[in-house]
């Protein structure tokens, strides 16, 4: 079975560095991992020091990165509102009304749907690999991301609803006769109908622990802390939950009783302090095996 991970915490914390000595320890390790960021700062080619593209690039023969377009998939869910709205109201180009639709790129929440569209794209083009790590945006689009499925899933249950309300009041539905049998089609209910399906799909697979995990990175300072407190309550509030707490940057002359005082509840992992960043290949294995990481 395929696992999902998601990177998450607050600005600065270290989500690309250690979602990236997560997928190389893993890959060393022997699994197939894709490792992809979400982040529109985009830190992975910084960290291997090398070009990285959408299209994944093999690191070793197990490991394979990219980087996510924002801009692109913002662009792919803009053509597909625009079929969308060109199929059910052709009228209107004939009223020239389209181009009022521009619009739609200043909407909120247009990052999000199209941050889903890709993750949607990638889980099911990229089934091969044992594990797919994603590196997360800021919080603030990271929780929206995650909540987005069930959102919409009600939001579309009530237009669903009120559709059906429509439908008893006014005879509008298309009478398709098939031999001595007649199917009854709306396509507005259709089209809601496969969108509820859809985002249905993508919020079991984000609220699965069994297929599905959300790693909390943090650092040992009180802003830290305290910012991940509100994450975990925020997620809760979104029937998520954090699987995993990864402490990047630990310094072990700090005592670790805070730590686990705060986050004991959770798997923890601890990457130490490095004196300076760590870049390029070679030195993020290097990190690893001087810290032990290899021979666990």
Same mark, same amino acid.
């Given at each position: 079975?395929?696992?999902?991970?998601?990177?998450?915490?607050? #600005? #600065?914390? #270290?989500?690309?560095?250690?979602?990236? *000595?997560?997928?190389?320890?893993?890959? *060393?390790?022997?699994?197939?991992? &894709?490792?992809?960021?979400? !982040?529109?700062? %985009?830190?992975?080619?910084?960290?291997?020091?090398?070009?990285?593209?959408? @299209? =994944?690039?093999?690191?070793?023969?197990?490991?394979?990165?990219?980087?996510?377009?924002?801009?692109?998939?913002?662009? +792919?869910?803009?053509? !597909?509102?625009?079929?969308?709205?060109?199929?059910?109201?052709?009228? &209107?180009?004939?009223?020239?009304?389209?181009?009022?639709?521009?619009?739609?790129?200043?909407?909120? #929440?247009?990052?999000?749907?199209?941050?889903? /569209?890709?993750?949607?794209?990638?889980?099911?083009?990229?089934?091969?690999?044992?594990?797919?790590? $994603?590196?997360? =945006?800021?919080?603030?689009?990271?929780?929206? $991301?995650?909540?987005? =499925?069930?959102?919409?899933?009600?939001?579309?249950?009530?237009?669903?609803?009120?559709?059906? @309300?429509?439908?008893?009041?006014?005879?509008?539905?298309? /009478?398709? %006769?098939?031999?001595?049998?007649?199917?009854? /089609?709306?396509?507005?209910?259709?089209?809601?109908?496969?969108?509820?399906?859809?985002?249905?799909?993508?919020?079991?697979?984000?609220?699965?622990?069994?297929?599905? @995990?959300?790693?909390?990175?943090?650092?040992?300072?009180?802003?830290? $802390?305290? +910012?991940?407190?509100?994450?975990? +309550?925020?997620?809760?509030?979104?029937?998520?939950?954090?699987?995993?707490?990864?402490?990047?940057?630990?310094?072990?002359?700090?005592?670790?009783?805070?730590?686990?005082?705060?986050?004991?509840?959770?798997?923890?992992?601890? $990457? =130490?302090?490095?004196?300076?960043?760590?870049?390029?290949?070679?030195?993020?294995? +290097?990190?690893?095996?001087?810290?032990?990481?290899?021979?666990?």
């Amino acid at each position: 079975m395929q696992k999902i991970y998601f990177f998450l915490g607050k #600005g #600065g914390v #270290g989500k690309s560095t250690t979602s990236t *000595l997560t997928a190389i320890e893993n890959s *060393l390790k022997g699994e197939k991992v &894709l490792l992809s960021s979400m !982040d529109p700062a %985009h830190n992975l080619r910084d960290l291997f020091e090398r070009e990285i593209t959408q @299209e =994944p690039v093999e690191i070793n023969e197990n490991l394979f990165v990219s980087e996510i377009s924002l801009d692109y998939w913002v662009e +792919e869910y803009l053509k !597909d509102v625009e079929r969308q709205l060109a199929k059910s109201y052709a009228y &209107l180009t004939a009223l020239s009304l389209e181009k009022s639709f521009e619009i739609i790129r200043y909407s909120p #929440g247009i990052e999000e749907y199209a941050l889903l /569209r890709a993750f949607k794209f990638y889980i099911k083009k990229y089934k091969k690999f044992d594990k797919i790590i $994603f590196d997360m =945006p800021p919080t603030g689009l990271t929780l929206k $991301f995650l909540s987005l =499925p069930k959102l919409s899933q009600v939001w579309l249950e009530k237009l669903v609803d009120l559709r059906n @309300e429509i439908i008893k009041k006014k005879e509008i539905i298309t /009478r398709i %006769h098939f031999g001595n049998i007649t199917i009854e /089609r709306d396509e507005l209910l259709n089209k809601l109908n496969s969108q509820l399906n859809e985002y249905d799909e993508i919020r079991k697979i984000i609220e699965d622990k069994n297929t599905t @995990e959300l790693v909390l990175v943090l650092n040992q300072d009180k802003l830290s $802390f305290a +910012e991940s407190n509100l994450i975990i +309550e925020k997620l809760k509030v979104a029937d998520l939950s954090v699987s995993k707490v990864y402490v990047n940057k630990y310094d072990e002359k700090i005592p670790v009783d805070k730590i686990n005082e705060a986050f004991g509840a959770y798997e923890l992992k601890f $990457f =130490p302090l490095n004196s300076e960043p760590i870049t390029g290949y070679d030195n993020l294995v +290097e990190y690893l095996k001087r810290n032990n990481f290899l021979s666990r």
